[in-house]
C-alpha cells in the first residue's frame, strides 16, 4: 500500500518559516491536504488540492506539491500555530485515502 | 452550516463488535460529490483512515481493515454506520467521522468532535 513518509519533528522560531514535508512514491501526481490537529481537537483542514486554502485559514499557510515530496510552509510562525500536522493523499484508485504520519511543530 | 457527530460505545469488550453512527446535518449524501469517511487515531497516534462511503453508495475500505469493518448509509436520516467486528484492544482509539466533496477536492472539510472507545475486558 501507498506510505508518506514525515518528519517526527520540526522546531522553529517565532516569525520565522516552517516546511514541513511529505515524501510518497511520485505524490506529484496525486493530491494532497494537510491538516492541522492541536491537543484535544478534531483535525482541521488547512491546505487541500496541493495548495489551496479553505476559507478562514490564513495566508501564512501555503502548499507545494512534485516529485516525491509535497511541503506545507508555513511563514511567519506563530506560537498559535504548535500543533500536529498531517498529510493526506487522495487517490483516484481502490485506495483512495492515505495519513502520513505526522509532524509536531514545535515554536521554540 | 456543516456538523458531523460520532456516538457509540465508550466500552468495548475484545472480540465483541463496534458499531458507530455518524449523525450529520448541513449537507445530503445523496447528492452527487459528497462522501462520509471515518478515521481513528490511538492515544497519542497518528490519524489512520478506516472507510470511506461515497453519495452513489459506492465503498472503500483501508486494506489493513476491510476484513473487518463495514461501512453503511442511511441518507434520510443523514446518518453512516460503521461496524467493526471481533475488536481487540489495539483498537482502542478517537474515532473521527468526516465529510468529504469534490469542492475541496475530496479533502475532509468538516469533522466530528471523535468519540473515545476503550477496547478492554
Known amino acids: 500500500s501507498y506510505v508518506l513518509t514525515q518528519p517526527p519533528s520540526v522546531s522553529v522560531a517565532p516569525g520565522q518559516t516552517a516546511r514541513i514535508t511529505c515524501g510518497g512514491n511520485?505524490?506529484?501526481?496525486?493530491?494532497v491536504h494537510w491538516y492541522q490537529q492541536k491537543p484535544g481537537q478534531a483535525p482541521v483542514l488547512v491546505v487541500y488540492?496541493?495548495?489551496d486554502r479553505p476559507s478562514g485559514i490564513p495566508e501564512r499557510f501555503s502548499g507545494s506539491n512534485s516529485g516525491n515530496t509535497a511541503t506545507l510552509t508555513i511563514s511567519r510562525v506563530e506560537a498559535g500555530d504548535r500543533a500536529d500536522y498531517y498529510c493526506h493523499v487522495w487517490d483516484h484508485s481502490s485506495v483512495p485515502w492515505v495519513f502520513g504520519g505526522g509532524t509536531k511543530l514545535t515554536v521554540l | 452550516q456543516i456538523t458531523l457527530k460520532e456516538s457509540g460505545p465508550t466500552l468495548v469488550k475484545p472480540t465483541q463488535t463496534l458499531t458507530l453512527t455518524c449523525t450529520f446535518s448541513g449537507f445530503s449524501l445523496s447528492t452527487s460529490g459528497v462522501a462520509v469517511g471515518w478515521i481513528r487515531q490511538p492515544p497519542g497516534k497518528a490519524l489512520e483512515w478506516l472507510a470511506l462511503i461515497y453519495w452513489n453508495d459506492d465503498k472503500r475500505y483501508s486494506p489493513s481493515l476491510k476484513s473487518r469493518v463495514t461501512i453503511t448509509k442511511d441518507s434520510s436520516k443523514n446518518q453512516v454506520v460503521l461496524t467493526m467486528t471481533n475488536v481487540d484492544p489495539v483498537d482502542t482509539a478517537t474515532y473521527y467521522c468526516?465529510?468529504?466533496?469534490?469542492?475541496?477536492?475530496?479533502?475532509?472539510?468538516?469533522w466530528g468532535q471523535g468519540t473515545l472507545v476503550t477496547v478492554s475486558s
Open positions: 488540492d496541493d495548495s
Open positions: 511520485n505524490i506529484g501526481s496525486k493530491t
Open positions: 468526516a465529510h468529504s466533496t469534490t469542492v475541496v477536492a475530496w479533502g475532509l472539510d468538516y
